[in-house]
Each structure stands twice: as C-alpha cells, then as structure tokens.
C-alpha cells in the first residue's frame, strides 16, 4: 500500500503565501508523476499543478499560472507545491496524487482520473 501525505497547510492572509508538501511512502511502486489538486466546499475537484519526473516538466491551471509552482525531489518521492499572492478564492482543501503512467504531453495530468494514489488532502484557508 502507497501512503501519500501532506502537510503544511494552514490559515494566510490574502496576498500571502504558504508552501504545501507531499510525502510518499509504502511498498516501492514507480511514480511517473506527482500531481496537486483543489476542492472548495460546494464545488467538483479542480487540477492545480502537475510535476512529471522525468525531465522534470511541470503543469499548471491557468488559474495559478504566475503564483504557484510545483517541485519535487525524486529521491525523497516528495513534491512542494509553493503558493504566492494566495486570494480567498485559493481556500480549499488540497489534495496530491501520484501517476504511474507517463505521458509525453502533461497537460494529462489534469486529469484525476491518470491518478491512482491520493492523499487524505489538507485545508488551506486565505482571509481577506
């Protein structure tokens, strides 16, 4: 079993910033990407950010493009997801997931569905 866990999330102001983390852990499984999503009360899962191992592409939504970005360390089968200029509508709980399969192009990785692992998630709350 793949453990995935995040931590890192809490309570900002708007215009500040906060940097979430995902850890995995378990029995060895192959990681082709490391994925970040959202979910605010009332509304479906949105896809934040995507992080494909190899070659080390990212992807983002247009909604964060320019204040999030997501990295990771391989080695430590760990991905930050650094959140800047966050408004009350970042608010949500915040998910990460890990992909086995590789794509080429990764806006794939949009997709929940090219996920199998997922974290129990956690809160992000921006004030105004």
């Known amino acids: 079993q793949v453990q995935l866990v995040e931590s890192g999330g809490g309570s900002v102001q708007a215009g500040g910033s906060l940097n979430v983390s995902c850890a995995a852990s378990?029995?060895?499984?192959?990681?082709?990407?490391m994925g970040w999503f959202r979910q605010a009360p009332g509304t479906e899962r949105e896809f934040v950010a995507a992080?494909?191992?190899?070659?080390?592409?990212?992807y983002c939504a247009d909604s964060v493009k320019g204040r999030f970005s997501i990295s990771g360390d391989s080695a430590q089968n760990t991905v930050y997801l650094q959140m800047n200029s966050l408004t009350p509508e970042d608010s949500a709980t915040y998910y990460c997931?890990?992909?086995?399969?590789?794509?080429?192009?990764?806006?794939?990785?949009?997709?929940?569905?090219?996920?199998?692992?997922w974290g129990q998630g956690i809160q992000v709350t921006v004030s105004s």
């Open positions: 378990g029995r060895t499984f192959r990681s082709a990407a």
């Open positions: 992080l494909r191992w190899s070659g080390g592409i990212t």
């Open positions: 997931a890990s992909s086995s399969t590789y794509y080429y192009d990764t806006s794939n990785y949009a997709r929940d569905s090219v996920y199998r692992y």
